[in-house]
Nanobody, 122 residues
Framework: QLQASGGGLVQAGGSLRVSCAAS????????MGWFRQSPGEDREFVAA????????SHADSVKGRFTISRDNAKSMVYLQMNSLKPEDSGVYLC?????????????????WGQGTLVTVSS
């Protein structure tokens, strides 16, 4: 129901946009989030956006570099990533929940996509 795409290999300092297509759920009523996971690491919060797109939250580690957005007409959520660093590497997963509460907590999300791999070379 959530299909992430757009990952790839990019040099440090570069940009990349990952996308997530939603199906089988009423997209406009769901809060959307992006998480990332590296080998041996916990899945960590990256960003979240409210149902209408008017409110967003970004992890401190990506503030000023990453921007989450959504297009409810297309049932899509995006993560624009600029000034990428090697520590941004990992599998990026999109997730959905219905309430704007505890958006940084991965256990609050109940729909998950399979992820797309982002590798940032130094």
């Amino acid at each position: 129901q959530l299909q992430a795409s757009g990952g790839g290999l990019v040099q440090a300092g570069g940009s990349l946009r990952v996308s997530c297509a939603a199906s089988g759920l009423t997209f406009k009523t769901h809060v959307m989030g992006w998480f990332r996971q590296s080998p041996g690491e916990d899945r960590e919060f990256v960003a979240a956006i409210s149902t209408g797109g008017g409110i967003s939250s970004h992890a401190d580690s990506v503030k000023g570099r990453f921007t989450i957005s959504r297009d409810n007409a297309k049932s899509m959520v995006y993560l624009q990533m600029n000034s990428l660093k090697p520590e941004d590497s990992g599998v990026y997963l999109c997730a959905a929940k219905t309430v704007w509460r505890s958006v940084v907590n991965r256990d609050e999300y109940y729909y998950w996509g399979q992820g797309t791999l982002v590798t940032v070379s130094s």
